[in-house]
């Protein structure tokens, strides 16, 4: 079965500066879906990027980008030019294929301090 | 985007009663929607998965028939939590996958919470 890692239970910024969330994953497939989600206080899931393993490429979305290392099964999330609307929880998602589950990790509370 | 909608955002009920949650995608159909269920600062875990047509697949730990899924059209599944009683107290969250180019990207409905006194 899949596991999604995420240590860093608690990480705080400055606004402005720039922070990365840790998470790592286990898996055997070749090819799967990542995925970073925002959860604030409203508790909306909201999709913040995602990632095909097939692509070397790292995605990339504004403020919002990943380091995938598929061969270390890591894939961080950094978030340029923090806003205090960044201020979240924050969780790291796999998915094997289109029509199964997410599973998650536990999450990553984010505090940015203005 | 795609949009879920889920319905009701918040409810308490007395131990014993029955309470429906419905997760309804409003501009595709979704022959698969997924139900979890979150505690207080934890994650998102699974509970089942609904399935158009058929019956749900529950995950290990999960009780059926505690917890009755319905997936009776393409656009709407709902999650009955039978005879609740406090330990059932949580935030319950569907979502769903619309088809086509972007099918691996999961939408969330905005979650039930759900207080049982």
């Known amino acids: 079965a899949q596991t999604v890692t995420q240590s860093q239970p608690e990480m705080s910024v400055q606004e402005a500066e720039t922070v990365t969330l840790s998470c790592t994953y286990d898996t055997s497939e070749s090819d799967y879906y990542l995925f970073w989600y925002k959860q604030p206080p409203s508790r909306q899931m909201i999709l913040v990027i995602r990632?095909?393993?097939?692509?070397?490429q790292n995605a990339t979305e504004n403020r919002f980008s990943v380091n995938f290392q598929k061969a270390a099964k890591s894939f961080s999330l950094k978030i340029s030019d923090s806003q205090l609307g960044d201020a979240a929880m924050y969780f790291c998602?796999?998915?094997?294929?289109?029509?199964?589950?997410?599973?998650f990790g536990k999450g990553t509370r984010l505090s940015v301090i203005a | 985007g795609a949009v879920v909608s889920q319905h009701p955002s918040r409810v308490i009920c007395k131990s014993g009663t029955s309470v429906k949650i419905e997760c309804r995608s409003l501009d595709f159909q979704a022959t698969t929607m997924f139900w979890y269920r979150q505690f207080p600062k934890k994650s998102l875990m699974l509970m089942a998965t609904s399935n158009e047509g058929s019956k749900a697949t529950y995950e290990q730990g999960v009780e059926k028939d505690k917890f009755l899924i319905n997936h009776a059209s393409l656009t709407l599944s709902t999650l009955t939590v039978t005879s609740a009683h406090p330990e059932d107290s949580s935030f319950y969250i569907c979502?769903?996958?619309?088809?086509?180019?972007?099918?691996?990207?999961?939408?969330f409905g905005s979650g039930t919470q759900l207080s049982v006194l």
């Open positions: 990632q095909e393993a097939y692509k070397q």
């Open positions: 998602a796999y998915r094997s294929a289109w029509n199964t589950p997410l599973v």
């Open positions: 979502s769903a996958s619309p088809p086509g180019r972007f099918r691996e990207k999961l939408f």
